[in-house]
């Protein structure tokens, strides 16, 4: 290999590492991403309903950052699950103005290639759950 191509190839791999070391600093936060991504819009970035969309709908957004306080000091993970799931049509929440994120998320995880094992709803599961993770996160203390 001639010097001149070694050098570039030596530069362009000293940036691609010290790009990785500076991306590894910062922690990825899937549940935060994901609240951005889908929840935002509404529920403000906050989580304080004041989202940009919310004064469009219906019925005003909540509260998030309350769900613990509103629940004796426990998050409701199950209620927050199911909510966001919303594939199961929970009457005692009435009409439902919320995207059903189960659905959704089930249609992205469908995978490129179909040459491996994969199971569509732990993928639809492991987004929920990461969101509920970050929602716990945004509790009021």
Known sequence: MKPRVLAKNLLLAAMVSALGVAGAAEKMDIGKMEYGESCA?????????????????????????????????????????????????LLAHGTREMPIWG???????????????YDRESYVRGRILALIDYLSRLQEK
């Open 41 to 89: 819009a509404c529920h403000g970035v906050t989580g304080k309903g004041d989202g940009p969309f919310a004064a469009q709908l219906k019925s005003p957004m909540p509260n998030l950052t309350v769900l613990s306080k509103n629940n004796g000091g426990v998050f409701p993970t199950l209620r927050v699950y199911n909510v966001i799931d919303g594939r199961q049509e």
């Open 103 to 117: 659905t959704d998320y089930q249609a992205k995880g469908s995978p490129t290639y179909d040459d491996y094992p």
